[in-house]
């Protein structure tokens, strides 16, 4: 990894948020919300939902059609190599896994190539604590 957490949530701007969820108590609901309040633009990736915190939602990366700066999971673990795969697939630059979530061929496939990699972190709880927001 070439740029640290901080700096990755000092330099991003979108944010493709796969696992995002249309129900407000979860995790995967109120930590995009968060980025969303700091400045970022969220791009939700969700299998069945058609909008989700007021954006279009996605069922997959590559039917964005649109670059993303970081690819934020809240996938379980077994999941991830896919997401990483289907990252690469469409030229993400970093793939973030959100807290209690890490997998070792995720991590080898993202770093292979080339991306940014952080897991078992929470982007939420990181900008809230450093007062990060998107850049302009």
Not at 9 to 22: D, K, N, P, Y
Not at 32 to 51: C, E, K
Not at 76 to 98: I, N, T
Not at 103 to 114: C, K, L, Y
């Amino acid at each position: 990894m070439s740029r640290t957490p901080r700096e990755l949530l000092e330099t991003v701007r979108t944010i493709a948020v796969v696992g995002c969820s249309t129900q407000p108590h979860k995790a995967a609901h109120r930590i995009p919300a968060i980025l969303q309040a700091a400045g970022y633009r969220v791009i939700p990736v969700h299998r069945t939902a058609s909008q989700i915190l007021r954006e279009p939602a996605y069922p997959t990366l590559a039917d964005i059609g649109q670059p993303v700066d970081l690819v934020n999971v809240f996938r379980p673990s077994a999941e991830c190599a896919g997401v990483a795969r289907q990252a690469v697939d469409v030229g993400a630059p970093a793939l973030w896994l959100q807290l209690g979530i890490s997998s070792p061929e995720a991590r080898r496939i993202a770093e292979g190539a080339g991306m940014d990699y952080v897991e078992n972190d929470c982007t939420g709880a990181r900008v809230q604590a450093w007062g990060v927001r998107a850049p302009r």
